[in-house]
């Protein structure tokens, strides 16, 4: 484990499921983990410094009998790539779900429960976590004796995987210098700028090169970008072209995306176009 999951008690059980994830014993009572829904259904997009909070939403079904606690008995949903059995990395809530019941039986409980992941870039230590992840349910009872005299421990754990799929992604970042400012109509404008994207094995952006970037126009006054040409990005991620100056108005760089990496917009540089001088 690199991090604390749910509690000590949890992150100990993660951790033992993290080596060999244990089939279920007959101890082990059977829960169903259905309709997961991951962060809305949207990809996770995670940048160099900030903790993104993944929500999860999912239904749970436990026998009538079994109380959990969250002290020694534990359900909850993680995330995690690769397999239960060689687990590349994983994912955890930090405090415990929220379960309202919302139908009972003579032998189970249903209930909607709610957690959020916290997604930070420090345990997204390499290009790889960039790709689809699974989605787990959990289910841990650990139960001992401590003091300085004796100490014995026992615990049970089950993860039932494939639940449901989640994509997280690289956050990208897209800047935009158009020039000369102002300019003169008819006259050529330099549009440079850079596309550069999280690397979380450095904790910082770095050039995101030869990808299709579009270069898009908005007319002072307006709401609309157009696009203007379509461009990519070169050395370090750099971006630059020219198109004829025609009226005042807003350029950005747009990127839709790719699989590993998030779109990303630029915010639109204004440039004020002025007639040519008159002749005489």
Known sequence: MRKLAIGTALSGALALAGVAAPAASAATPNLVFSDVTVNKGKAIVVGTTKTVSVPVTYTLTRPADLVIDNKKTFAAVMLYRGTLKSLDNELDPEVMPTCTTTATTDTTVTESCSENIPADPEYLYEAADATTWKAAGLYAHIDGTASDDFLSSESDVAIWGNLTTAKVQRAAKLTVNATP?????????????????????????SGYTGQKVVLQFRTEGTSTYTNVKGITSGTGGALSTTVKASKSGYYRYVFAGTTTTAAAKATGDYVEVDPPALRL
Request: glycine share 12%; hydrophobic share 30%; no cysteine.
């Open 181 to 205: 400012e102002p300019a003169i109509q008819g006259k050529t404008i330099t549009v440079k700028g850079k596309l550069t994207r999280a690397n979380w094995e450095t904790g910082k952006y």
